[in-house]
């Protein structure tokens, strides 16, 4: 068996993501919430009004599956679409008021999640904060050099 530390650092990355994704929707499961895109929701809420071409720059989520998420939110009454009156073709997302009470329920769920992480990891999470800004920002660059 080959030793962990012979996994490419891409690999490890993307199943850290992955696990840390289902120790949150498990989270969300206990207190009773149904499974919902609340990063997406959350980006929305930061980067708002945003449109979806950049909302898709901003997750790296491919236009389909961010359009189905998107639409999932709308349903549930969590993002409206707004006119651009710049661009009568496109339109902006933002947070609806049953959105922002809905992140808000969401916060002591989200800090549940991280600190079982860091109970497990033996260190803050925020020490990761630096590296991984560095290591989207990289990734954003890459990406938009197509």
Known sequence: ???????????ELAVANALASQVFER?????????????????????GPITPKDLEAE??????TLRGRVQGLQRRGLVQRVPNEADRRS????????????????????????KAIEGELGVALEEYRGPLE?????????????
């Open 1 to 11: 068996m080959a030793s962990e530390s012979a996994r490419p650092v891409l690999l």
């Open 27 to 47: 989270e969300l499961v206990r207190a009773g919430y149904p499974f919902t895109h609340v990063g997406t929701l959350k980006l929305i809420e930061i980067h």
């Open 91 to 114: 339109y902006f997302l933002e947070v609806t008021p049953e959105g922002t009470k809905f992140l808000e329920a969401m916060e002591p769920i989200l800090d549940a999640a991280e």
């Open 59 to 64: 997750t790296g989520i491919a236009k389909t």
């Open 134 to 146: 560095r290591l989207r920002k990289a990734n954003r660059a890459l990406l938009s050099r197509d």
